[in-house]
């Protein structure tokens, strides 16, 4: 934002920064809703009933580069929520308190999230869904089926790095999906760059107007804390332990004297002129634009020390967007219609490990959870399910859950009847919302039992691991006798979790034998049956036939030449990079 930033915009913002308030959010998309329906605009006051319910849910995304502190961020909000008393530390050592949401064992000895995992918690009059994603690009589906469930993201950039190459990924998702974004700015108690100069690099990369809601006051150990634009107020802060809640030294207004005293002539002077520019030459709040992800609200602080947490959870309930319509085969659907509905985008697998339990994570969309319900399922034609055992959740813990609305998240009991990207409605119209694709793996591997004698351990922990969505699993269909599944992953470290998950959880060793591949495709025509499709295109050379956990037909190639030989050796077989779940859940192969 300065220089090359004051260059290219209008002076077209106010002396002063008017604050974006409930009241302000109008604009487009809807962000409160009526009683009658979610989708049209009322003041807060009228709204009551189920659509309030509605209303007061936020539900929000974080994602990040690795170790840019989502978890620690994650952490943070839980504690000023009142959801936990102690915020762990990513890399815990000795007796310190381990994390939250990285509850699994891997997760606490590498120091990394591998797993998407939800916690829902009050904030005021609101409620709030977490979701805490995975920032290793090996684990890139997990964040990306994340992302198909929020109503709001927020994008965690390391001040000293700026923009990574994983936080550019995850945020080509969020454009397509137009999902109103929020940036926070982490570890400026580091040294860190220009809050400038990173507000310049998002314009640039990204063509996305950035709206500082709060600005920084110094950076490393010289950051004092941060200046709030719609109420001119200096929030100061002492530093805290490492586990508790910062120091608060209040909020004063930047005239006052003690501001001086605490922060110094320089800063104060350096501060003021870095307002100027703001006012002068920054964005004016545009709530369409935030709404459909084309302007983001910036904040900055420590998730660390706790510098300007609170702040950044106090507005992004404010700011947030509560549950919106989402496109379905039928059309958008009203958060606030009467029938039910709802989509699976997460399994799973030993939650609770004494009872091998599968749990499928479900995003409520439109009416009322009950406990008991009976709905139907987009892949069972003519067949109902009753809902009998759903959790609400909190990272690994579960209690039963009676009702609930939409942007909430419930964990249903799954005994293999869903699939990732399954829906569930209630009525006599079948209601489908668009698919989760699983990607196309690039690793592969021959999964081996060490074992025979744990040979039904071996293959109940990969059905259930395989659910998951995690890693996909292809059988041989060949001459050469081999028998064994292959595990195809997109990055060497899910073979590792799968591998360690197997032995903690199910007791089995098992060893793996690499594959000289890295493409697959999955066969689609022409024609209906892809076996038929695959047959008549005759013998195919340097390739291998596998088939998927639906019994569908699958080309591993060795490199991306090999596919391209391909148009030439059979040009009429139609192959796809990515797959979904049958439509007809029944007519497994």
């Given at each position: 934002m300065g220089g090359p930033v004051?260059?290219?915009?209008?002076?077209?913002?106010?002396?002063?920064?008017?604050?974006?308030?409930?009241?302000?959010?109008?604009?487009?998309?809807?962000?409160?809703?009526?009683?009658?329906?979610?989708?049209?605009?009322?003041?807060?006051?009228?709204?009551?009933?189920?659509?309030?319910?509605?209303?007061?849910?936020?539900?929000?995304?974080?994602?990040?580069?690795?170790?840019?502190?989502?978890?620690?961020?994650?952490?943070?909000?839980?504690?000023?929520?009142?959801?936990?008393?102690?915020?762990?530390?990513?890399?815990?050592?000795?007796?310190?308190?381990?994390?939250?949401?990285?509850?699994?064992?891997?997760?606490?000895?590498?120091?990394?999230?591998?797993?998407?995992?939800?916690?829902?918690?009050?904030?005021?009059?609101?409620?709030?869904?977490?979701?805490?994603?995975?920032?290793?690009?090996?684990?890139?589906?997990?964040?990306?089926?994340?992302?198909?469930?929020?109503?709001?993201?927020?994008?965690?950039i390391d001040a000293a790095k700026g923009l990574e190459d994983r936080t550019r990924k995850l945020f080509e998702v969020c454009r397509l999906r137009k999902l109103p974004t929020m940036t926070f700015v982490n570890k400026m108690d580091r040294p860190?760059?220009?809050?400038?100069?990173?507000?310049?690099?998002?314009?640039?990369?990204?063509?996305?107007?950035?709206?500082?809601?709060?600005?920084?006051?110094?950076?490393?150990?010289?950051?004092?804390?941060?200046?709030?634009?719609?109420?001119?107020?200096?929030?100061?802060?002492g530093r805290a332990d490492r586990t508790g809640k910062a120091d608060d030294l209040g909020a004063l207004p930047i005239d006052d004297p003690r501001v001086l005293e605490i922060i110094g002539e320089e800063a104060l002077a350096t501060l003021r002129e870095e307002i100027d520019i703001l006012d002068s030459c920054g964005h004016t709040y545009d709530?369409?634009?935030?709404?459909?992800?084309?302007?983001?609200?910036?904040?900055?602080?420590?998730?660390?020390?706790?510098?300007?947490?609170?702040?950044?959870?106090?507005?992004?309930?404010?700011?947030?967007?509560?549950?919106?319509?989402?496109?379905?085969?039928?059309?958008?659907?009203?958060?606030?219609?009467?029938?039910?509905?709802?989509?699976?985008?997460?399994?799973s697998a030993n939650m609770d490990r004494k009872h091998r339990d599968r749990v499928a994570f479900v995003r409520v969309c439109s009416g009322t959870f009950v406990k008991g319900m009976k709905v139907n399922h987009s892949r069972m034609p003519g067949k109902t399910l009753a809902l009998t055992r759903p959790t609400q959740l909190f990272a690994s813990e579960r209690e039963t859950v009676d009702v609930?609305?939409?942007?909430?998240?419930?964990?249903?009991?799954?005994p293999g009847t869903f699939a990732i990207g399954d829906t569930v409605y209630t009525g006599g119209t079948r209601v489908v919302f668009p698919g989760i694709p699983a990607f196309s793996p690039e690793l592969f591997a021959y999964i081996k039992n060490a074992d025979t004698?744990?040979?039904?351990?071996?293959?109940?922990?990969?059905?259930?691991?395989?659910?998951?969505?995690?890693?996909?699993?292809?059988?041989?269909?060949?001459d050469d006798g081999q028998t064994e599944p292959?595990?195809?992953?997109?990055?060497?470290?899910?073979?590792?979790?799968?591998?360690?998950?197997?032995?903690?959880?199910?007791?089995?060793?098992?060893?793996?034998?690499?594959?000289?591949?890295?493409?697959?495709?999955?066969?689609?025509?022409?024609?209906?049956?892809?076996w038929e499709a695959l047959d008549a295109a005759g013998r195919l050379f340097n390739v291998m036939y596998a088939k998927d956990r639906w019994g569908r037909p699958v080309l591993l190639f060795k490199n991306v030449w090999n596919l391209s030989q391909l148009a030439t050796d059979a040009p009429d077989l139609e192959l796809q990079s990515w797959s979904f779940a049958p439509d007809d859940v029944v007519g497994r192969k």
């Amino acid at each position: 934002m300065g220089g090359p930033v004051a260059a290219r915009r209008p002076a077209a913002a106010p002396a002063a920064f008017t604050p974006p308030t409930v009241a302000a959010v109008g604009g487009g998309r809807p962000h409160v809703p009526a009683p009658a329906s979610c989708a049209s605009m009322q003041p807060r006051v009228a709204v009551g009933g189920s659509a309030f319910k509605v209303y007061r849910r936020r539900t929000l995304a974080i994602i990040s580069h690795p170790d840019a502190g989502k978890t620690t961020l994650t952490e943070r909000l839980l504690l000023y929520a009142g959801a936990i008393q102690k915020a762990g530390a990513v890399r815990a050592r000795g007796n310190q308190r381990r994390t939250t949401s990285d509850f699994m064992a891997i997760e606490q000895q590498r120091g990394i999230s591998v797993a998407s995992t939800v916690m829902t918690f009050e904030y005021g009059d609101n409620l709030a869904v977490l979701l805490d994603t995975p920032g290793h690009e090996d684990f890139a589906e997990d964040s990306f089926r994340a992302l198909t469930a929020t109503d709001n993201v927020v994008m965690l950039i390391d001040a000293a790095k700026g923009l990574e190459d994983r936080t550019r990924k995850l945020f080509e998702v969020c454009r397509l999906r137009k999902l109103p974004t929020m940036t926070f700015v982490n570890k400026m108690d580091r040294p860190a760059m220009s809050a400038f100069e990173i507000c310049d690099q998002i314009e640039a990369e990204f063509g996305l107007a950035c709206l500082p809601i709060v600005w920084p006051i110094g950076d490393g150990d010289r950051f004092r804390g941060v200046y709030e634009r719609s109420t001119q107020l200096v929030h100061l802060f002492g530093r805290a332990d490492r586990t508790g809640k910062a120091d608060d030294l209040g909020a004063l207004p930047i005239d006052d004297p003690r501001v001086l005293e605490i922060i110094g002539e320089e800063a104060l002077a350096t501060l003021r002129e870095e307002i100027d520019i703001l006012d002068s030459c920054g964005h004016t709040y545009d709530a369409d634009a935030v709404a459909v992800g084309d302007m983001t609200p910036m904040f900055f602080g420590s998730a660390m020390t706790n510098f300007g947490v609170e702040l950044f959870l106090k507005r992004f309930i404010e700011l947030g967007l509560p549950p919106t319509p989402r496109e379905s085969s039928v059309g958008a659907i009203d958060p606030c219609a009467a029938q039910f509905s709802a989509f699976c985008f997460k399994i799973s697998a030993n939650m609770d490990r004494k009872h091998r339990d599968r749990v499928a994570f479900v995003r409520v969309c439109s009416g009322t959870f009950v406990k008991g319900m009976k709905v139907n399922h987009s892949r069972m034609p003519g067949k109902t399910l009753a809902l009998t055992r759903p959790t609400q959740l909190f990272a690994s813990e579960r209690e039963t859950v009676d009702v609930a609305y939409p942007g909430d998240i419930v964990g249903l009991t799954n005994p293999g009847t869903f699939a990732i990207g399954d829906t569930v409605y209630t009525g006599g119209t079948r209601v489908v919302f668009p698919g989760i694709p699983a990607f196309s793996p690039e690793l592969f591997a021959y999964i081996k039992n060490a074992d025979t004698g744990k040979y039904k351990n071996f293959n109940k922990g990969l059905s259930q691991l395989l659910e998951e969505g995690a890693v996909q699993l292809l059988y041989p269909r060949g001459d050469d006798g081999q028998t064994e599944p292959v595990l195809a992953a997109v990055g060497a470290l899910q073979f590792d979790v799968v591998q360690q998950r197997l032995r903690d959880e199910y007791g089995v060793e098992t060893r793996l034998e690499p594959l000289s591949y890295s493409v697959a495709r999955w066969v689609v025509g022409p024609g209906d049956d892809p076996w038929e499709a695959l047959d008549a295109a005759g013998r195919l050379f340097n390739v291998m036939y596998a088939k998927d956990r639906w019994g569908r037909p699958v080309l591993l190639f060795k490199n991306v030449w090999n596919l391209s030989q391909l148009a030439t050796d059979a040009p009429d077989l139609e192959l796809q990079s990515w797959s979904f779940a049958p439509d007809d859940v029944v007519g497994r192969k």
